[in-house]
């Protein structure tokens, strides 16, 4: 019998983890107790009942959520999930950490976030049709290319992108490309979106290559999860010579400290990045965050390093691709042992950027070649990441705090502005 190693949603609550660290960086930078309040939380947050006719014949009335953080800045931004672990705190959390993520890459937007409480691994894909376009149905009247555009994020692709623009259109009446990015090419999705947050994490690792000496080729890396963002990030580290000495899936994971041969797991990957069942040898998720690397990469979902394991870690640095994976007291045992922790919104900022990118396309109505989408990524990436680790210097505080710093003096400094505070 295959061990099950279900990769479990966040351990402490993340909007608990996001208003710390918010309140640490607002200190800092002396900002006013009305500034945090307004910040700590969306600005705006609707819960919605979506009834789907399953397969079986029965309805079932699934729970969606989008959380819109702050529009001072510009309309919300932020992807939509499908999970069965989704919940209004961690939604909430996600939006804010969307606005800190616009922030650092100096975009237009405020942040959001969406989220289903469903398993799309259980799931036909009529069903999922119909909930992604019950749930356009449910929110359109507070979404829109000029108030809050929606996007791919854990377990949602560019099919159900299509689908929830084609709702949109239909009930709007007109053609808006700009309502969601993440879109099919065909329908007005830009080039390099697919690969866009691994990319960004991949300039993250070379950036880190130089900063710390250690020559891309000779890296070892660890990749936790192998869905959109892990299986594209093995690719490109593979491609330039660099070690993936491990990665793992919902199920479990696959460790060889000689390197895995990642063309061959890329070729068996199922549509959900399922490849540890092909191993007899393969250990848990758990196992795997402790295995011996330079450079830990949690690419699967939040809470994976926690007080009960950050003791444990072997590697130099961890770069989270996913959003929110060390809690904040493991982040602290890590920096007490040396060890740098890149923040996931940093690191994993590269799909939003690339959806700012393909939302300035659609509303140009002019497309860019592949080249340019990556040229200008990598332009804010490094940008982004030099003025991160300027300010964790000169404050001398990590480069997590550092990074929700930078992230938010855009929103206040707007929101002072607009007059709705007085910093
Ligand atoms: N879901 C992605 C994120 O968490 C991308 C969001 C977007 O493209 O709007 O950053």
New binding site residues.
């Given amino acids: 019998m295959k061990k099950k190693t279900l990769v479990s949603s966040f351990s402490e609550n993340p909007l608990i983890e996001f208003q710390s660290v918010l309140k640490e960086a607002m200190d800092i930078l002396n900002y006013s107790v009305e500034a945090y309040e307004l910040l700590k939380e969306p600005i705006r947050f609707l819960t919605v009942k979506i009834p789907v006719l399953m397969d079986n014949g029965k309805t079932e009335i699934f729970t969606g959520y989008r959380a819109q953080h702050n529009d001072a800045t510009g309309p919300t931004?932020?992807?939509i999930r499908f999970h069965p672990d989704v919940t209004p705190d961690e939604v909430k959390a996600?939006s804010g950490?969307?606005s800190l993520?616009c922030g650092i890459n100096s975009l237009p937007y405020g942040g959001a976030?969406g989220g289903i409480v469903c398993d799309p691994r259980k799931m036909s894909l009529r069903e999922l049709e119909l909930l992604s376009r019950g749930y356009v149905r449910a929110i359109s009247q507070i979404v829109g290319p000029t108030k809050d555009?929606?996007?791919?994020?854990v377990y949602t692709n560019s099919q159900i992108m299509a689908w929830m623009l084609d709702e949109y259109d239909h009930i709007r009446e007109f053609d808006s490309p700009n309502f969601i990015?993440?879109k099919p090419l065909t329908l007005g999705g830009s080039y390099g979106r697919e690969t866009a947050?691994s990319k960004g994490v991949f300039y993250t690792l070379q950036l880190i290559s130089e900063l710390k000496d250690i020559p891309i080729k000779d890296m070892r890396v660890i990749i936790q999860g192998f869905g959109n963002v892990g299986s594209y990030l093995a690719k490109y580290l593979y491609d330039i010579g660099a070690k993936v000495v491990g990665i793992s899936d919902v199920l479990g994971g696959i460790y060889d400290e000689n390197g895995l041969d990642i063309p061959y797991l890329l070729d068996r990957r199922d549509s959900f990045g399922v490849v540890s069942n092909l191993f007899d040898s393969s250990i848990s998720n758990q196992e795997l965050i402790e295995k011996e690397c330079d450079v830990l990469v949690p690419a699967a979902i939040g809470g994976q390093i926690t007080t009960r394991n950050a003791d444990r870690l072997k590697c130099k640095i961890v770069v989270e691709a996913a959003?929110g994976p060390t809690t904040r007291d493991a982040a602290k045992l890590l920096k007490e042992r040396d060890i740098m922790v890149v923040p996931d919104i940093l690191a994993?900022?590269g799909?939003?950027i690339?959806?700012y990118f393909e939302w300035c396309q659609n509303n140009q109505g002019y497309y860019w070649t592949e080249e340019l989408v990556d040229e200008r990524l990598k332009e804010k990436m490094t940008t982004s990441f030099s003025t991160i680790l300027q300010t964790s210097k000169t404050y001398g505080v990590d480069m997590k705090v550092a990074a929700y710093m930078e992230g938010i003096r855009r929103l206040v400094e707007a929101s002072n502005y607009r007059g709705w505070i007085k910093n």
Wanted: aromatic residues 4%; proline residues 9%.
């Fill in positions: 931004k932020g992807g996600l950490w969307m993520k976030k555009i929606p996007a791919p994020d990015t993440g947050t959003n994993n900022s799909g939003v690339v959806s």
